[in-house]
């Protein structure tokens, strides 16, 4: 009988436990402009709170952007950061930076680079004034405040392909308007490694009917717009992962630019010389060619990088950025992302086999394919839930160093000069432990020059 009475008051108390720990609400702050607090927004945070058993803290201004020109009283979503942020305020489970359009519709010539305020401009503070400098400003900042939080990310209203319309009436091509400062917020979140949902590329929405789900201003979400994305942005909190937004097809019709062909258009159409080589790959090229303009000037290099791009979405684009600028040499330096799985899931001997095409092409243009082994990495901050990635790195240099071997071209060996010893890049090397800081290019110049012979 005594057990039986111990055992019911076992019972009893994990019942008690259980149901404490069911009715704990998560916390959630979230930041942003109109879009998150108009009085229609509630139907959306209203869904979360009951699905998601949480408690939202809206700290959204209308009229706020991530840019501190933005938002007329100074209430810009740096400011609402910093007043979550402060010592007296809570620490949240969960920090949700909801974009606006307010950093296009006031300040639209500062969309800005997205290492704007970062370790890599010694965090700036005149960087404060981009759309890109605002975000970067507060990831960093809830990071202080909250190292174990949840940081979220959901993109602003985008432009769809023709004049007119979607969300922008100015908007008059690919290259500007709202599409810009959308892209770059992604590009933020990748750097940072901030999950992001990329919620209006996604359906319903469409340039057809997007009228459908906003008010007569064809910006501000009606409540049908709130009621078309809570499940999405549920789903999103709930499992914490990115969402992309794919093609959005309209009678055949797409605004997505999946090899994003026009980023170097008017760079390759204002090209009067034939380059020496063309340094081709994703951002770790993207930020040498931003880092060392002089050096690339001098050598006459081209940079032709593009951040977050897979070696499938390279091999669409080698043709226009490589082929058409008709240089002596390409340095491919590919597969990074792949490793990451931006795209999604690809096998090592796929990746190697996109860049055994991509110097195949190049010498049935006369063009000598230089290889380069990937930088090292242990892991990607963008993707945690992969975990140790190092093995996987040197797997794939092994592949590339094969097809240089097989193929007798030109080795570029970035990652045994860079290595660590353990397979990452050194903190006086890089801030994230993927991309390198400006004076660690000086090492893949050096070797790069001994490969060509030029040094």
Not at 126 to 140: F, H, P, R, S, V
Not at 153 to 182: D, H, L, Q, W
Not at 255 to 280: K, M, Q, R
Not at 304 to 331: C, E, M, N, W
Request: with cysteine; aromatic share 10%.
């Amino acid at each position: 009988m005594k057990h039986l009475r111990v055992l019911v008051l076992f019972a009893v108390i994990a019942l008690v436990a259980g149901c404490t720990a069911k009715e704990k609400k998560q916390t959630i702050a979230l930041f942003g402009g109109s879009f998150s607090v108009i009085a229609a927004s509630d139907i959306a945070t209203d869904y979360w709170a009951d699905q998601l058993n949480a408690k939202i803290t809206k700290y959204g201004v209308g009229g706020a952007g991530f840019s501190n020109k933005t938002q007329w009283d100074g209430q810009h979503i740096q400011w609402q950061v910093d007043s979550a942020c402060a010592p007296e305020a809570p620490v949240y489970d969960t920090y949700i930076l909801w974009a606006s359009t307010n950093d296009f519709n006031q300040v639209n010539e500062l969309s800005g680079d997205p290492w704007d305020y970062t370790e890599f401009d010694g965090f700036d503070e005149t960087k404060l004034e981009t759309q890109c400098g605002g975000i970067n400003y507060a990831i960093k900042r809830i990071r202080e405040k909250a190292p174990k939080a949840k940081i979220l990310f959901m993109t602003s209203t985008k432009c769809f392909t023709r004049i007119g319309a979607g969300t922008n009436p100015a908007y008059s091509g690919e290259e500007t308007g709202m599409n810009e400062f959308v892209a770059k917020q992604i590009l933020c979140c990748q750097i940072a490694g901030v999950p992001y949902l990329d919620q209006f590329m996604l359906p319903p929405f469409n340039e057809s009917n997007f009228a459908e789900y906003c008010e007569s201003d064809n910006l501000h979400l009606n409540e049908k717009g709130y009621e078309a994305l809570r499940d999405l942005q549920v789903k999103f909190i709930k499992g914490g992962e990115t969402i992309r937004g794919g093609q959005i097809l309209l009678a055949g019709h797409s605004d997505y630019d999946c090899a994003n062909y026009g980023a170097y258009a008017g760079s390759n159409a204002a090209t009067a010389e034939d380059p020496e080589v063309v340094l081709f790959g994703d951002s770790i090229t993207y930020n040498w060619a931003r880092f060392h303009p002089e050096w690339l000037a001098e050598h006459n290099f081209a940079g032709r990088g593009i951040s977050g791009q897979t070696t499938i979405q390279a091999l669409a684009r080698f043709r226009r950025d490589v082929v058409d600028l008709h240089p002596k040499y390409v340095a491919i330096l590919y597969g990074t992302n792949d490793v990451a799985e931006n795209l999604g899931n690809i096998t090592l001997e796929d990746v190697a086999g996109n860049i055994a095409s991509m110097a195949e092409i190049a010498q049935a243009n006369g063009i000598t394919p230089v290889l380069c082994t990937l930088v090292p990495a242990a892991r990607y901050g963008w993707r945690p839930q992969l975990g140790e990635q190092s093995r996987n790195v040197v797997a794939l240099n092994k592949l590339i160093r094969n097809i240089a071997a097989q193929k007798n071209l030109l080795l570029c060996d970035y990652w045994t000069a860079m290595n660590n010893g353990q397979g990452g890049l050194s903190a006086e090397l890089s801030g994230d432990g993927v991309h390198p800081y400006p004076d660690a290019y000086n090492i893949m110049e050096a070797e790069l020059l001994k490969t060509l012979g030029m040094d």
